[in-house]
């Protein structure tokens, strides 16, 4: 018995039901019909193609697949490791990843910061951690040293020995209330 696909749906290849999302990222609106099954972070890097995001574990343990999230009527946006989320979750919400945040051709102060400061080695888990930093300057624009390592302490790095993040993310923290920058 041949398998029934639905031909507008993504990320299927099973008889379930799609289900219509629309969500808006990095200011783009998207309507899409996906699987119920599928996982946020794989929307936004089969579907969307924005692999920025990464996938290290799929199992809510390294934070590479970290995106900022924004929900109807909420103002401040939220960091969330987008492999423990549905895309069906998404729908009419607003979401950030790390594509999104150069402007004009300038990078955002906490990519500038890690740049200057050599908070990357590889480099796999760097979108993650940004855009958790970014979460957590979003809250907290002045945290402390041990507010920092609270704020990333969901994400891993295997190169770089966490120093030069926090410089990073310290460096970027008071760029940014310099310049009023966030999102
Ligand atoms: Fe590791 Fe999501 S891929 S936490
Ligand atoms: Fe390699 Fe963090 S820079 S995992």
């Known amino acids: 018995m041949p398998r029934r696909a639905s031909s507008s749906s993504v990320g299927s290849s099973s008889t379930q039901t799609s289900v219509p999302i629309t969500v808006k990222v990095n200011g783009a609106q998207y309507t899409h019909s996906v699987e119920p099954r599928l996982l946020l972070v794989h929307y936004i890097r089969n579907v969307l193609g924005l692999t920025g995001t990464h996938v290290g ?14 929900g109807p009527g909420e103002s401040l946006w939220r960091a969330v490791k987008s492999c423990t989320m549905l895309a069906a979750q998404a729908d009419g919400m607003e979401i950030l990843t790390i594509e999104g945040l150069a402007k004009n051709g300038e990078l955002h102060p906490l990519q500038n910061a890690f740049w200057e400061n050599h908070g990357l080695q590889c ?10 930093a970014l979460g957590l300057l979003i809250r907290n624009p002045a945290p402390t040293r041990e507010e920092i390592k609270w704020g990333i302490s969901g994400n891993l790095c295997r190169c770089t020995g966490y120093i030069n993040i926090i410089k990073s993310i310290e460096q970027a923290a ?10």
């Open 123 to 132: 480099g796999f888990c760097t979108p993650g951690m940004i855009m958790a």
């Open 174 to 183: 008071r760029e940014m209330k310099e310049k009023s920058t966030t999102v």
């Open 57 to 70: 574990c799929d199992s809510s343990h390294c934070g590479a697949c970290t995106v900022l999230i924004r």
